[in-house]
């Protein structure tokens, strides 16, 4: 049973015992029945007061990951680092669940329309979706966010830009603490693993990503939805790397 699900089962408790209250019932006879239930139910899931002190310690810590990423987009937005702020016609920080399973990150924001901007718009956010639905996963499910939070058209950000916007991102990761970071296009994954080999070579297995409390993270590269769209034969390679990252965030 879930913490949400005890969560629940201590309010509806509550509810019938005050709606017991109501209709004048003062006390329960304490059968042998309810005995041995209360006998079991404490052995499982400890006591009304643990449970309720265990679930508030989780939700301040969900709690205080807001507060950091809202600290973080705050950030970013007053952010002059570097060159991309000068043509900057938007910054977009990332958004999903604090405490997300899967963190998706990709390459710069775009927009399109007089939609928010995002990581990834149009035909590749619904590429994405698509791609997330196949491992019974939705957008809100996961993390998503860029190495490069500003956008200043469609130019490539270059790799002093990348280099500053980093820290954004690494606090981001540190914050969710994810169980797997699925990196998509080439900057992104070159980026995240400091290196320089090709998406080839480094998409099509698990990587080991250091987040800043040192703690490692399995970290999949794969292909950008830009790419496949562009490219729809490489759809089978990222559906073999998706079908890993599945079974990861099972485990
Ligand atoms: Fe700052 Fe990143 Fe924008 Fe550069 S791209 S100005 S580092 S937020």
């Known amino acids: 049973m879930s913490k949400q699900d005890?969560?629940?089962?201590?309010q509806n408790i509550r509810g019938l015992v005050q709606f017991h209250q109501e209709l004048g019932v003062d006390g329960y006879p304490k059968?042998?029945?309810?005995v041995n239930f209360l006998r079991r139910d404490t052995k499982k899931t400890g006591s009304p007061e643990n449970n309720a002190g265990h679930l508030s310690s989780d939700a301040k810590k969900r709690t205080?990951?807001?507060?950091i990423l809202i600290d973080v987009h705050d950030d970013v937005q007053k952010c002059r680092s570097c060159n991309l702020h000068e043509n900057m016609i938007y910054k977009a920080c990332g958004q999903g669940p604090e405490n997300a399973k899967l963190f998706i990150v990709g390459e710069w924001p775009s927009m399109e329309g007089n939609e928010a901007p995002d990581p990834f718009k149009g035909d590749e956010g619904e590429l994405l979706t698509r791609m997330l639905g196949a491992i019974d996963m939705k957008q809100g499910d996961v993390f998503i966010t860029s190495i490069v939070k500003c956008c200043a058209g469609d130019s490539t950000p270059d790799q002093a830009a990348i280099r500053s916007c980093l820290p954004f991102l690494f606090r981001q990761i540190e914050t969710v603490s994810p169980k797997v970071i699925f990196s998509l296009g080439l900057l992104a994954a070159q980026a995240l693993l400091n290196s320089k080999e090709s998406l080839l070579r480094l998409r099509g297995r698990f990587h080991t990503f250091k987040s800043l409390s040192g703690t490692n993270i399995p970290l999949m590269p794969s292909f950008h939805p830009s790419f496949?769209?562009?490219?729809?034969?490489?759809?089978?390679?990222?559906?073999?790397?998706l079908r890993m990252i599945q079974k990861m965030c099972r485990k």
Request: aromatic content about 4%; overall charge neutral; glycine content about 8%.
């Open 6 to 10: 005890v969560n629940e089962m201590i």
């Open 228 to 241: 496949l769209l562009k490219n729809p034969d490489m759809k089978k390679g990222s559906w073999d790397d």
């Open 64 to 67: 205080a990951k807001k507060e």
């Open 31 to 34: 059968t042998t029945g309810l």
